[in-house]
């Protein structure tokens, strides 16, 4: 059996095909009553997609019992997951709404040796307040493994998979380090300037080795491959702009003993982060879809 699709986590491994799948995307419109003619019609957006998915498990293949307390699990505990299916088709991320079991064949214990089950899934979009989580994907965009079978291998050392693990540790320390060059700044409008210059001369090289990590060349490279260029050619060009305002700010703090300069510093700590925040979302559907491949290819990230 093959990998059909994943569930986060969990892979799903079928014989052939689910006996049915079906979506359902839903546009909104708002009516309006008009005197003396028909309603007038607005739209006002859509309804998150809704995938059901029906498959049969038996006994010979796999623990049903097993499988279907591991697919509750993941509506019981709210679990919000990529979908991915095993061409590497990336519809986004949903969450397991409902899941429904009829028993077909049992033995006379009443112990499960097949049975028909039925899957609930909705598209999660995130609270309007907050971050998109990560996967969810904008409309029109998709990695489709089958138009582009001569991917990375996600598994190896240059691969996909460490390359977008390098770039997300590295973005995880540009805000902090932006807040130590707000911190020195702040010590240079108290009065301490002599203090303030210290502790830049003592940042600048840590900012400089923090851009020269960034994996900017590395998804350049990555444009090159169809299926992912739209992402790392997003990734590229705002780490590229991080690692220009790293060096920039790491240049400041040697070279600046006054508050202006330091003042320099901490704008080009925050363009960095800002740059960061761009990649974000292309870094998460990166990460998803190498997460993937590596759980295809039977190894753990």
């Known amino acids: ?68 307390q591991q697919l509750n699990d993941l509506k019981d505990n709210k679990t919000v997951f990529p979908l991915v299916f095993g061409s590497g088709e990336y519809k986004g991320t949903f969450v397991l709404k409902e899941t429904s079991v009829s028993l077909t064949h049992t033995d006379g214990e009443g112990r499960i040796i097949a049975l028909e089950a039925s899957l609930s899934l909705a598209e999660y979009i995130g609270d309007p307040a907050e971050p998109n989580p990560p996967g969810v994907m904008d409309a029109g965009v998709k990695i489709n493994l089958l138009s582009e079978p001569a991917l990375p291998d996600p598994t190896s050392p240059e691969g996909l998979l460490a390359t977008v693990q390098t770039a997300l540790e590295v973005a995880g320390q540009v805000a902090e380090a932006a807040e130590k060059v707000n911190n020195i700044v702040a010590t240079a409008q108290n009065g301490d300037i002599l203090g303030a210059v210290a502790l830049a001369g003592s940042s600048a090289p840590g900012l400089a080795e923090m851009a020269a990590q960034l994996p900017v060349e590395e998804f350049q490279d990555l444009e090159t491959f169809t299926a992912l260029a739209t992402d790392t050619g997003n990734v590229a060009r705002n780490l590229a702009t991080t690692r220009d305002n790293l060096n920039t700010a790491s240049g400041l703090l040697q070279q600046s003993p006054n508050l202006s300069g330091l003042l320099s510093a901490s704008g080009s700590m925050s363009n960095a982060v800002s740059a960061v ?7 998460a559907r990166l990460d998803a879809h190498a997460q993937v491949g590596s759980r295809l290819a039977g190894v753990t990230p």
């Open 1 to 68: 059996m093959s990998v059909y699709m994943t569930l986060g986590e969990l892979a799903v491994e079928l014989l052939s095909a689910p006996t049915s799948f079906e979506t359902r995307s839903t546009a909104n419109y708002a009516e309006h009553q008009l005197i003396g003619r028909k309603s007038a019609l607005q739209y006002v957006g859509h309804t998150p997609d809704d995938i059901v998915i029906a498959i049969r498990l038996h006994g010979i293949f796999t623990d049903p019992a097993t499988e279907m």
């Open 277 to 283: 925040a761009s990649a974000g979302p292309a870094l």
